[in-house]
């Protein structure tokens, strides 16, 4: 009795060092792991999105112009996701799509976004000097 159950923890030390070593990042790109399931491709799709919806924040910040310690920020931080989409933890998460293609476009839509964002603010003001000047007349 007392045999079996040495045995039975023994099995059960045994599984739980073995659960406990992750395999590392390296790795796992070697297997190149397929994501398979909805759940993981749901989580994959959910970092990314992550990252570029913090990367484009950056880019539109760094837009406007900032300057001494909160341009030294957003320039680490802009790296920082940079790195994220250049590494090939990102490849595993993208499967098929090139995390640069995704740099690419975010600095597109960020500079759209900031120069529409910019006409709207002209706008405003055109139309503030403008009604100024009717209400003088």
């Not at 992750?22 to 959910?46: F, Q």
């Not at 090939?88 to 799509?97: H, I, R, T």
Request: hydrophobic share 35%.
């Amino acid at each position: 009795m007392e045999k079996k159950r040495d045995e039975i923890l023994e099995s059960a030390e045994s599984a739980a060092t073995a659960s406990t070593a992750e395999p590392s990042v390296s790795e796992l790109l070697k297997r190149r792991i397929h994501m398979d399931t909805d759940g993981s491709r749901e989580l994959a799709a959910a970092i990314v999105k992550s990252a570029c919806v913090d990367y484009e924040k950056v880019l539109r910040a760094l837009l406007r112009g900032p300057t001494g310690k909160q341009k030294e920020k957003l320039l680490m931080q802009k790296a920082e996701n940079e790195r994220f989409f250049q590494s090939q933890w990102c490849d595993v998460l993208l499967e098929s799509a090139s995390g640069e293609s995704f740099i690419r476009q975010i600095q597109t839509n960020a500079v759209r976004k900031e120069r529409e964002r910019a006409e709207a603010r002209l706008k405003k003001a055109k139309d503030k000097i403008a009604k100024a000047m009717v209400s003088e007349s």
